[in-house]
């Protein structure tokens, strides 16, 4: 395949496409400067020398470009640079791409797993030749003998790559089960693999040749990436774990209704965290465990082994990596890579944004090397994890996810010389001589998941757009570094702007902003029928519109269907009279990483490789105590956890540093483990762990406000919110804060109940559109409207289609101060409409995602109309509103 960029070809040479549009209007002062990604108007495109990605930065990788799998994490290298292998852990499909050279070129081919609903392979019972998963791990024995984690079965499989035959290993063995195989280690000399445990906290030491599991270490919590010392006496472990959580006194998911908690024990960090608390259940009181210390040596750390002697291993010490956790530090360093040279090893740190080198000889950390963006030094976002050390240049690389770019380090400079561009999200790398092997999680994009021609079926199979890659490119010179840093700051929008003249300021008036965030629909399948609005034409295509104006709702046999349906009337409507884009992006794959990234929490190591393995029912919560590390397994839960939290902390943390009252009703409370019972209410959990909230949200956050369970109706929500507005605020006279978040998810839709009023799929989407138009209708009464913006999206757009983009989703804004029947077209995502928030309430960026972000300003005008909102009833043949619990 052809390079997609020639090395050495200066940036400012490169086509026109790629020079900065400016269409949204900034809301700031003329001659302020400011940052925003050089896309404009234009929406994602995936194409070859160069591709848009939703947010509106831009991806050009160097060098040939391969497809894998989606969600590729793990990368292996043959002894001879023969053959290169990638495990690709989801979303939706699992595979393993192997790349052979033939010839002086790259052959490569896809080995994918079994699906989960499929029977075992040729009607056998599940065996080795059956495998359904990949995690992380891989390693080549041979030139065609490759070890690749099964993850969730605590198996690791072998197979020789030319004839696909497979045996496997399980180290669910003596006093060991429920394993989760992560990360391998081969030590060729010895014969010996090691397979990090996520489950049990531990590595086991496999005889590879004999097929036997000879010994375990503990290594600290959560061991994430592994390597072996050049001369096979040291195996380095790093930790992304946090805490080490337990269940609760008596804790039975059997009886979820009696012996969980209806609210998370506590917040991170504080006294009750720290020393335990008394909570109630239905059952009775219990004794909620404390966290202990987040920066104890297990946690955030790297574990030194000794495996000199392989049958009995020896754990030498914890290496504490980057800066510990209290204060300004509100989360950990999630170490996420790890490599050695005889002299020194070295440590990828993806929540702080850092690298640290230690002194093989003495186990100490000889300097750390932070990464950071010119002229925004103070924020975090470049999120380093894979590395590869470079022996003739002295140069270190690591995969700088977050930015899209490979790190050039001279290590004994001490110096970062430059950035090299990537593939999306690129997760691991390698050198093969003297070129770079790098993997892309997410590749050149996603692309359209519908036609606009077809009818039902509409949807293309989320493994071919989900697509990773792999770039191969020849180590750049010296002189090369410059233009290629060039082009991966002006690709992700890191270059200073002046703002024109032409631009207004954002309304001084609003002082209180609204978050309504809906559950994973598509743009297209909402507002696709939207064809104008007051400003010109609109980006959609009608005829997927299945939830529009003229929407379809599907008896499935059992009921009449019915076409030509009204199924989202209140959105229609403020659509119309105010303003929405048709050109706004989830970066998230599924519920869980949405809610992260709404969080202003990105996603690290841990997370995205969790959250990809758990959509495809393949890295689940179980309730072990033994099994210790399953109980941070998120599974699809989508709350922030402390693993997830990076230096900067939370959007939550945020907003309380810079002194602005906000209150939440609804995140935050799907924990690991969490249940979502019928008769939950108020807040439709049942949580069986000392996992914590973020304290910030903790004490802001309504406890008579449901989260996610899709048992609880939409018009329940919207009266448990006006009911508490109107008693907190309303009748005492206290003023509403500056920041409200409201999780609105039953347009996820969910099993018909004729008997509450939802006789079909579908009557979870008009419950939904009604509750927004409620909570719409009592806010612009309120007397704070005149002061208000109320922004409406969703989480994601994994259920959803859309022929643009298979992210593309909703995103409206309802104000006196916003443009009246007007469409942005300027490429926007969750960073953008947390920069826009965070704009309106005069806080300064969280992170570099939104302070690069473009924003929503052009939907706004220094002319109000303070008309109130009426809502939409919706049709009755759709969801009977008398029977929903109001």
């Known amino acids: 395949m052809r390079p997609l960029y020639a090395v050495g070809v200066p940036v400012l040479r490169r086509p026109p496409r790629f020079v900065l549009a400016l269409a949204a209007v900034l809301g700031m002062a003329t001659g302020q400067t400011f940052y925003c990604p050089p896309a404009g108007v234009r929406p994602p495109t995936r194409r070859s020398g160069g591709s848009i990605v939703p947010g509106g930065r831009v991806v050009a990788p160097l060098g040939d470009q391969f497809p894998t799998g989606p969600g590729s994490f793990g990368l292996g290298i043959s002894p001879s640079g023969r053959e290169i292998a990638i495990t690709n852990s989801g979303p939706w499909r699992t595979s393993i791409t192997i790349l052979e050279r033939v010839q002086n070129r790259w052959e490569d081919r896809q080995v994918v797993a079994s699906a989960l609903d499929q029977p075992p392979l040729f009607g056998r019972e599940s065996g080795a030749n059956d495998w359904r998963s990949v995690s992380i791990g891989l390693a080549f024995s041979g030139d065609h003998n490759i070890y690749v984690s099964e993850g969730n079965t605590g198996r690791i499989s072998f197979f020789d790559s030319h004839d696909d035959r497979r045996r496997y290993f399980d180290i669910n063995q003596g006093d060991f089960h429920d394993s989760y195989t992560g990360d391998l280690a081969f030590d060729f000399e010895h014969g010996i693999l090691y397979a990090a445990d996520q489950a049990n906290n531990r590595v086991a030491v496999i005889d590879a040749r004999r097929g036997l599991v000879i010994a375990s270490v503990p290594v600290g919590r959560l061991p994430f990436a592994m390597t072996l010392s050049p001369d096979r006496q040291r195996l380095y472990v790093t930790n992304v774990g946090t805490f080490a959580y337990r269940l609760l006194p008596g804790a039975d998911p059997q009886k979820a209704s009696s012996t969980g908690l209806p609210f998370p024990a506590f917040g991170f960090p ?35 082994v000794d495996v000199s002697h392989p049958a009995a291993p020896k754990l030498l010490t914890f290496v504490r990596t980057g800066l510990p956790v209290g204060g300004a530090v509100q989360g950990g360093t999630s170490p996420s890579g790890v490599c050695a040279t005889a002299k020194y090893v070295f440590v990828s740190n993806a929540g702080q944004d850092s690298i640290d080198v230690i002194d093989a000889a003495s186990n100490k950390v000889e300097f750390n090397m932070p990464l950071r963006i010119p002229g925004l030094e103070d924020l975090r976002g470049i999120i380093p994890l894979g590395l590869a050390y470079d022996e003739k240049s002295g140069w270190l690389f690591a995969a700088e996810s977050g930015i899209n770019a490979v790190a050039v380090i001279d290590v004994a400079r001490r110096r970062l010389l430059g950035h090299l561009p990537a593939g999306w999200q ?35 199979r989320f493994s071919q757009l989900h697509q990773g890659t792999l770039s191969v490119f020849p180590i750049p010179a010296p002189e090369e570094l410059p233009a290629h840093t060039q082009f991966v700051l002006d690709a992700n929008g890191f270059r200073p702007r002046t703002v024109p003249s032409t631009h207004p300021d954002l309304p001084p008036a609003i002082r209180h902003v609204v978050l309504i965030v809906k559950e994973g629909r598509g743009y297209d399948e909402i507002l696709g029928d939207i064809t104008s609005a007051g400003n010109g034409p609109v980006m959609g295509a009608a005829a997927l519109a299945r939830y529009g104006e003229k929407g379809f709702v599907d008896g499935r046999r059992r009921r009449v269907s019915l076409r030509d349906v009204n199924l989202t009337p209140n959105q229609h409507a403020i659509a119309r009279k105010w303003c929405f884009s048709d050109n706004f992006y989830s970066e998230a794959d599924g519920s869980v990483d949405g809610h992260h990234w709404l969080n202003g929490v990105y996603p690290n190591a841990w997370d995205a490789t969790s959250a990809l393995a758990a959509y495809g029912d393949g890295k689940d919560f179980r309730f072990d105590p033994q099994a210790a590390g399953r ?3 998120a599974g699809r839960a989508a709350a922030v956890q402390p693993e997830d939290i990076s230096e900067s902390g939370t959007i939550w943390d945020h907003l309380q540093r810079h002194q602005i009252p906000f209150r939440n009703y609804g995140e ?23 996992i914590p909230m973020p304290e910030a949200l903790y004490r802001n956050t309504s406890r008579a406000y449901p989260g996610f369970n899709i ?12 009911r508490e507005i109107d008693e907190r605020f309303v009748k005492t006279g206290a003023d509403l804060p500056g920041f409200l978040y409201i999780h609105l998810p039953n347009d996820f839709l969910g099993p018909p109940r004729p008997e509450d009023g939802y006789p079909y799929d579908q009557s979870f989407l008009a419950d939904n559109d009604y509750a927004l138009g409620r909570i719409l209708q009592y806010l612009s009464h309120s007397k704070w409207w005149r002061q208000m913006a109320v922004f409406v999206t969703e989480d994601d757009a994994a259920e959803g289609y859309d022929h643009i983009d298979a992210r593309r989703t909703l995103l409206l804004c309802a104000s006196p101060w916003a443009k009246r029947n007007y469409v942005s077209h300027t490429n926007t995502s969750i960073p953008a409409l947390l920069k826009t928030v965070f704009q309106l309430l005069h806080v300064p960026p969280l992170n570099l995602f939104d302070a690069s972000a473009a924003d929503l300003s052009d939907c706004f005008t220094s002319q109000p109309d303070f008309a109130p909102y009426s809502a939409i009833d919706v049709d009755p043949r759709v969801f009977d509103t008398a029977k929903a619990v109001k």
């Open 668 to 690: 935050g409370f799907e924990l690991p483990g969490v249940a979502e019972p019928p008769g939950s209410e108020p807040t439709g959990a049942r949580l069986f762990t000392n």
């Open 711 to 722: 048992h609880i109706s939409d018009q329940y929500r919207a009266t448990a919110f006006i």
């Open 631 to 633: 109980l941070a397994f």
């Open 270 to 304: 504080g006294a009750e965290a720290e020393k335990g608390v008394e909570r109630k259940t239905a059952a009775g009181p219990v004794a909620v465990p404390p966290l202990g210390n987040p920066n104890a040596d297990e946690s955030n750390s790297l574990a030194v």
């Open 426 to 460: 690129p997760t691991r790398i390698a050198i093969d001589e003297d070129n770079l092997v790098v993997v892309n999680a997410r590749g050149e994009g996603v692309g359209g998941n519908a036609a606009t021609t077809e009818t039902l079926p509409w949807q293309i």
